[in-house]
């Protein structure tokens, strides 16, 4: 069965069987999921959101073990046929926003030594799966997902570049963001608005900064929480726990003006300034 044919995708799916809900829109280009599972099958693969098994498929075919998860439960007896080729596939339905990554990776991929996550991601949740994906699941050694195209700029931009906002300098936490291709609209069905892109990111083994990380990720969100303040007004409004006094005097003794941007600071300044915060904290703590 090609299931890149639309013909084959509209007997699967039904004429006007797509749901919004769940942000789908399926490949119908043969070259694409070959692709994407090129960069990123690794012995064991988690996919979200299978759909109809395009790009499962592919994953099968390179990969010891794949695991998806697909939250439309219409699309579990489709996947049953058009996986029943492989038997290293298993099918999970349920939301990933509400599953345990770890638990999944105990109980499916044993003592695989790599694994990877491969998704063409729903675009409604694209951010905070990402997230998830990145806090969750340590044991991952290579996130490949596609997303819309600016989503993909925003994963990759460094410091000081337009696209530069909270995920970018998260996800630079966890390991290193690169675009491997872009993907049309006219590659899936039904048509989206805008384009799309394959992003891959390579996860560190260790974070390469050294502070607490949820100090960090309380810098970042503050950095970025009002865009159109100076990082001290905007990190004040998130930091609410310390004196402006002291966040003023923190900023300055990291060497930054009282100007400066969040968009213009790296991961490393934003570890500079979190472990300052931290050293206030403890301070005040023993103190009182
Ligand atoms: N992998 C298929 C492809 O490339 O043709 C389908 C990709 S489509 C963009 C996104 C898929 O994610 C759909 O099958 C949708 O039902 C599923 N999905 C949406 N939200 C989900 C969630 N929270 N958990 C798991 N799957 C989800």
Known sequence: ???????????????????????????????VPEKIAQCGAEEGV????????????????????????EIDADL?????VTLEGFDNVTVINGDIM????????????????RISVCANLPYYITSPVIMKLLQEGRRFSS?????????????CAGAGSRMYGAISAA???????????????????????????????????????DCEPDVLFEVIRGAFAQRRKTFFNSLSSVVEDLPRTAI????????????VRGEELSLKDFACIASK????????????
């Not at 759909?51 to 998806?68: D, F, H, Q, S, Y």
Request: glycine content about 10%.
């Open 277 to 288: 915060i931290s050293d206030f904290r403890s301070r005040r703590g023993e103190s009182s």
């Open 46 to 69: 988690l996919e979200i959101g299978p759909g109809i098994g395009t790009l499962t498929e592919a994953l099968c075919r390179r990969a010891g073990k794949v695991v998806c998860v």
């Open 171 to 209: 996800v630079s936490y966890y390991g290193r963001a690169k675009k491997m291709f872009d993907v049309p609209a006219g590659c899936f069905m039904p048509k989206p608005k805008v384009d799309s892109a394959v992003v891959k990111i390579e996860m560190y083994d260790k974070p390469p900064v």
């Open 98 to 113: 509400k599953m345990n990554i770890d638990e999944i990776i105990g109980k499916y991929f044993g003592d695989a030594e």
């Open 1 to 31: 069965m090609k299931l890149t044919d639309i013909g084959t995708v509209k007997q699967l799916m039904g004429e006007n069987a797509f749901k919004k809900k769940f942000g789908q829109n399926f490949l119908i280009s043969p070259a």
């Open 248 to 259: 003023a005097e923190i900023i300055a003794s990291s060497g930054y003006d009282g100007n």
């Open 76 to 80: 579990i007896p489709i996947l049953s």
């Open 143 to 155: 996130i490949t997902v596609m997303v819309q195209k600016e989503v993909a700029q925003r994963l």
